[in-house]
């Protein structure tokens, strides 16, 4: 299949708002635009001040949309794993067909099926996940259409998140002008992709470390199985080194990029740096040891909670270890840090795309393929999430142009995830 598929992710973070346009095809991403602006109005993954995270939303589309001439009309949008939680869900159909071959309309109302369990009235359904289909008491079958039997059964993992977050996210993004394509849980999207076959399979800890906070995903026999949130991040470490040296939080956040180091034994001692002091003229020296053990100290006491976190999970062992990314896994000795806390193997995932080779940008390309993925297991390819190029929205003096929809992008619903019908349940 040589058609390009063109997806544009929206990653609403901390620290950050990351909006990445990319083509796939053949299974292969290409990144093409690339927004990415300080984050206002969000603090601990949670959005506090909805104003300011559109302002943040609409400067991060803006600078994506300069880089390739066209205006964005819908994205892949990340929910925050904040207050998530993980469900196992079951649905049975009969097979409907005269010649009981399973077809896409069997596999649709399966998954609606086990949909049909009562939510709490304060949660909301964000995805659901199949893990194994069942045909006629045959399991473990990855997609059973083409098959011939009587009764289908799926066995899923429903994640729901809280109604409040999730619909002051969908707020934001319908205040900045957007559609949503397809909703995904953060750790869901990005550690499928991650991690390896045998890593989800064996049982991992995929670790994201933030600006405001700290995400655990537990991967077990390829799905994942535990979610948790952890309230430190990056950001606690540039309070503290603002603090200790007594010098601008802008000062202290350069100060953590280009000096700091994770592990007080390999950091230097010998090189010494200038740090400017809040309210005076002076500037005062320090060495990387020196800053390696004001931040040492708190990513101590963040890998002490995610081992706590393991004991509340109830996971003794991890055969596939963790694999860590976010903003903060660039820093350097962080594995080593990691790997003497933990007592386990630990591996930094960074993803290797041109323009985006930085953890921070894990997320949002991990939701680029797994739309891209689900999309192709639905059958929904097709879709177009750029409008009219800017020079044309300029001179015609239009809105961005918003999808039409008509009976073919019908057909093409997502069954999972539902993200339009309680968008619309929200904003009516």
Known sequence: MNQTELYVSLDIG????????????????????????????????????IDATVQSIKKAIDQAERMIGMSINEVVLG??????????????????????????????????????????????????????????????????????GIRLEMDGTMLTTSKTILHNVLRCVERAGLQIREIYMQPLASGYFALSEDEKNHGTAFIDIGGGST??????????????????????????????????????????????????????????????????????QYSQRYISEIIGVRLEELFELVLEEFYRMGIQDLPGGVVITGGVAKLEGLSQLARHILQ?????????????????????????????????????????????????????????KQKQSNPKDEDKESVMGKARKFIDKFFE
Not at 104 to 122: C, F, H, N, T, W
């Open 215 to 284: 995400t655990i995903g537990i991967f077990q026999d390829g799905h994942l199985t535990n979610i948790s949130v952890l309230p430190v991040g990056g950001d606690h470490l540039t309070k503290d080194l603002s603090i200790v040296l007594k010098t601008p939080t802008e000062q202290a956040e350069k100060i953590k990029h280009q000096y700091g180091h994770a592990f007080y034994d390999d950091a230097s001692d010998d090189e010494l740096f200038e740090v400017p002091v809040i309210g005076a003229d002076i500037k005062e």
């Open 79 to 148: 929910i925050p794993a904040n207050q998530a939680m993980l469900q196992h869900v079951k649905g049975v159909v009969a097979v409907n067909s005269e010649n009981r071959e399973i077809t896409d309309e069997d596999l649709e109302r399966v998954i609606d099926s086990a949909q049909v369990m009562s939510i709490p009235p304060e949660r909301e359904l964000v995805n659901l996940v199949p893990k194994q289909f069942i045909v006629d008491h045959l399991d473990e079958i990855k997609d059973p259409r083409g098959m011939i």
């Open 344 to 400: 386990t193997r630990v591996r930094l995932y960074t993803p290797e795309y041109i323009g985006v080779r930085e953890p921070g940008y894990a997320t949002a390309v991990g939701l680029i393929r797994y739309a891209h993925k689900e999309d192709q297991f639905f059958n929904r390819l097709g879709g177009n999430a750029l409008g009219q190029s800017k020079k044309a929205e300029q001179s015609t003096a239009t809105p961005k």
């Open 14 to 49: 901390s620290s950050s708002v990351k909006v990445l346009i990319g083509e796939m095809a053949n299974g292969t991403l290409n990144v093409i635009g690339v927004g990415n602006v300080k984050s206002n109005g969000i603090r601990k993954g949670a959005i506090v001040d």
